[in-house]
């Protein structure tokens, strides 16, 4: 493959499709599809054919508004239909050409507007099931500007200057990790892609593997070439069946295509990828824990040092990034570090996807640039908190993450302006919650999670989560004294600062920041026996009636 | 000094202390009669940095580090023993006599525990969290061994030795967090199992989850002293 044949796949990719006046994208992200939007795009091809249009019916990846599918967008007049239903298809076909069908058409301009695509630029216009498709849209041409125009060192320096951060959470610089790896010394590397994801609520990866897989291999490409290894793993769940097989259907494409395998675009460059597919366990994602099962043993973590970059996989040296991190280094390569690193904010540059899930109207996937206010993600984008409610606090970072009150819902959206608050910017779930969450509920939920995600190797955090889970519950069941709470203090301390890795060492984080913010309804459940949401389940306290038999 | 040993000088409580690169902070420590708490941790096995008794502070990083595994660097400053150390190792040693049923009195390893002996010297007087009262199971099915579960503090003394020095593997973790036992096999009875034999994983472990059936009623002190000693006489083979 060279720049020239990758040009004209692109172009009568292109030309195929303008041969149509219209095209029909139909979503078939994971939710659209619970609503049966498969049986819809079949449905939309035989109105074509049955009506005699000149249309293109494709099924597409996800197209970000969940709360609204099964979504179809129209092009190229880009009318985007919303809850439309198998019945709909006629009036939709009919009306190609046409004026839009109103009671369908979905106008939220403002959710739309506000956003920035790098990661989803292509996610809801391709098929992801299609390489041409994603060739068309420049797909694979950063891959090829690296291995023949640029050195390896050349493309870190173009990483670094973007100043990417790991989008999984912890927001390690990449360059900085790119140059590690491809420093350390040894004939063999790894690259591994993480997407493990498994917050509550989250589903930012799970949506671009399942919409635009190539993206993350060539990223995951363009880094093998970076530090020097021939061979990379994707760690992705079980529990995603979609982006497993659109994957492996992407890794069969990218190889027949000679974009995978050996002596990549006639140069002297092998990779190629494997799927390893994780057994539900949420600590798998930690990195060490990861390498440990991709190696079939026991997924715990172990300390570090020695750190993956120096001994990963199998004892050599290892880049793992996020999905998200590895989506985003196409775009970077095409448009230059520079480009990158105007979008964003001080210290976190380019935009990051947050899936908005909770209290909140426009339920789904967004795309924000950094820095962007948090009132503006929830209010202007999502639409605002349903039914007349009130908003009460915004969760981010998943169970690693904290509460952020309505308060101080005018910061920033950077790793650094989260962390200030007591939160974490994490791979990018948003729980929103209204006056019916109850604070107490939600700490005392995400320290269950824990509980049941710890590995069990450590102490604290196996035997800490535990006893957290017991005071919270205490203190739900309205049977928790203030002394309980002292006690559920010393043990976030103490499980924060001493566990092995960083499931417990964040575990206490959503207790921390809900006591630190809401402390007020933690005293109302213990001193005065009441939930103010009305949410837990208070015990009548015992009293000492005697009941006298007649 | 011959060129390819390189030493290194750090500070341990306010000691200066010298120690080889590549050794660990516990060694150096222990070699100096600094004492510093550990469990899952015994000279002649791999270190898994588990039991977080040894994490220690070190100038310059708000983190603390595990003793065991991290190796001296040049004008490292370590504090072994601060406020928020003990206090840390204290809430530890309570949480494992909370996670399962320690009863001292009634068990076979009472004065020759390496919990016990921990709990006294870290002062930990009674336990503030509530306690677990787990159901758990006592196999009894070897001829000459017993596990009970309600000692064991997963430490994996016994998972290790019986992979790194018996080279059986008998011993594993099954399930996950505060549900996570030992088993030998795939959870089969002990008695039943590919089990050697051997008692190493007795001699190692620290508590009174595996002992000598011969020793109920009597004092069951235990020797993991022996381990240095064979894996140096197997080198020198």
């Not at chain 1, 690193?341 to 996937?365: C, P, Q």
């Not at chain 1, 960083?502 to 206490?508: D, E, I, K, V, W």
């Not at chain 2, 510093?36 to 008794?53: E, F, K, N, Y």
């Not at chain 2, 595994?69 to 490292?76: H, I």
């Amino acid at each position: 493959m060279t720049a020239e044949e990758l040009e004209q796949i692109a172009q009568s990719t292109r030309a195929e499709y303008a041969k149509f006046d219209h095209e029909i994208n139909v979503c078939m992200g994971t939710g659209c599809l619970s609503q049966h939007s498969d049986r819809l795009k079949d449905v939309l091809a035989n109105e074509v054919t049955a009506q005699g249009k000149n249309a293109f019916v494709r099924r597409t990846g996800c197209m970000g508004l969940c709360a609204a599918g099964p979504l179809v967008l129209v092009d190229p007049e880009e009318t985007l239909y919303q809850h439309v239903k198998a019945s709909d298809a006629e009036t939709v076909v009919k009306s190609l050409g046409g004026e839009p069908v109103a009671e369908l058409e979905c106008n939220l301009r403002e959710h739309f507007e506000e956003q920035v695509h790098i990661v989803l630029e292509n996610s809801g216009h391709i098929d992801p099931e299609k390489i041409d498709d994603y060739i068309a849209r420049d797909g694979y041409k950063a891959l090829l500007i690296a291995l023949t125009e640029m050195t390896p060192a050349g493309v870190i320096h173009r990483i670094t200057e973007s100043r990417l951060r790991g989008r999984g959470g912890g927001g390690y610089p990449t360059g900085l990790k790119w140059s590690t790896v491809a420093k350390a010394t040894g004939e063999t590397k790894y690259v591994i892609c993480n997407g493990d994801e498994g917050d509550p609520g989250a589903f930012m990866d799970r949506s671009v593997l399942e919409s635009d897989p190539q993206r993350v291999i060539e990223g995951m490409a363009i880094a093998a070439y970076a530090v020097g290894a021939s061979k990379g793993y994707v760690y992705v769940r079980a529990e995603y069946p979609l982006a497993v097989s659109r994957l492996t259907a992407c890794l069969r494409d990218a190889r027949r295509r000679g974009l995978l395998g050996n002596n990549i675009c006639n140069t002297p460059f092998n990779f190629d990828v494997e799927i390893r597919l994780g057994a539900g366990a949420f600590v798998c994602g930690e990195e060490t824990a990861l390498i440990a099962s991709i190696e079939g043993r026991r997924g715990t973590p172990r300390p570090r040092p020695p750190y993956p970059a120096v001994s990963g996989l199998w004892g050599k040296p290892t880049l793992i990034n996020n999905v998200e991190t590895f989506a985003n280094i196409a775009p970077i390569i095409r448009n230059g570090g520079k480009w990158f690193a105007s979008i964003g904010s001080e210290r976190s540059k380019g935009t990051k996807v947050f899936a908005l899930t909770g209290k909140i109207k426009n339920t789904g996937l967004v795309e924000v640039p950094m820095g962007i206010k948090l009132r503006e993600i929830i209010e202007t984008i999502g639409g605002g908190v349903p039914d007349g409610h009130t908003l009460k606090a915004v969760q981010t970072g998943g169970p690693s993450g904290g509460c952020i009150p309505a308060n101080l819902l005018d910061i920033g959206v950077s790793y650094d302006a989260l962390m200030a608050i007591g939160s974490i910017m994490g791979s990018g779930g948003m729980i929103v919650m209204d006056d019916t969450s109850c604070m107490v509920n939600v700490a005392r939920f995400f320290m269950e999670f824990c509980m049941t995600e710890s590995c069990g190797k450590c102490i604290p955090c196996r035997s800490g989560t535990a006893q957290m889970f017991t005071l919270l519950t205490r203190i739900t069941d309205g049977t928790g004294t203030m002394e309980d709470l002292e006690l559920l203090e010393d043990l976030c301390s103490t499980v924060k600062e001493t566990s092995l890795c960083g499931l417990g060492q964040t575990a206490p984080n959503p207790v921390l920041s809900t006591l630190k913010y809401f402390r007020d309804e933690y005293i109302e459940h213990i001193v005065h026996k009441k939930c103010p949401a009305g949410v837990c389940p208070i015990k009548a306290p015992v009293t000492a009636s005697v009941e006298v038999p007649a | 000094m011959s060129a390819d040993v390189d030493v290194k000088t750090l500070t341990i409580d306010g000691e200066e202390v010298s120690a080889r690169a590549g050794q660990t902070l516990l060694e150096v420590a222990r070699e100096n009669d600094i004492s510093i708490p550990t469990l899952c941790h015994l000279d002649g096995l791999s270190d898994v940095g588990a039991c977080r008794l040894c994490l220690v502070e070190i100038e310059g990083s708000n983190k603390l580090q595990p003793a065991c595994v991290t190796t001296v660097q040049e004008g490292m400053v370590v504090s072994t023993s601060t406020e928020r150390l003990q206090k840390h190792r204290r809430i530890i040693l309570e949480m494992l006599f909370a996670e399962r049923n320690h009863i001292c009195s009634v068990c076979v390893s009472n004065g020759h525990c390496e919990l016990q002996s921990l709990a006294q010297e870290q002062g930990v007087t009674h336990v503030r969290l509530p306690y677990r009262n787990p159901d758990l199971a006592v196999d009894a099915s070897h001829e000459r061994f017993t596990v009970d579960h309600n000692r064991c503090i997963l430490c994996t003394r016994c998972v290790r030795v019986c992979a790194e020095v018996e080279g059986a593997h008998v011993w594993d973790v099954m399930g996950r967090g505060i549900s996570s036992i030992v088993i030998t096999d795939l959870h089969d009875e002990w008695g039943s199992s590919t089990c050697t034999r051997c008692g190493k994983c007795v001699q190692v472990c620290p508590t009174g989850a595996l002992f000598d059936k011969s020793k109920i009623g009597s004092d069951h002190p235990k020797y993991p002293d022996f381990l240095p000693y064979l894996n140096l006489m197997r080198e020198a083979q």
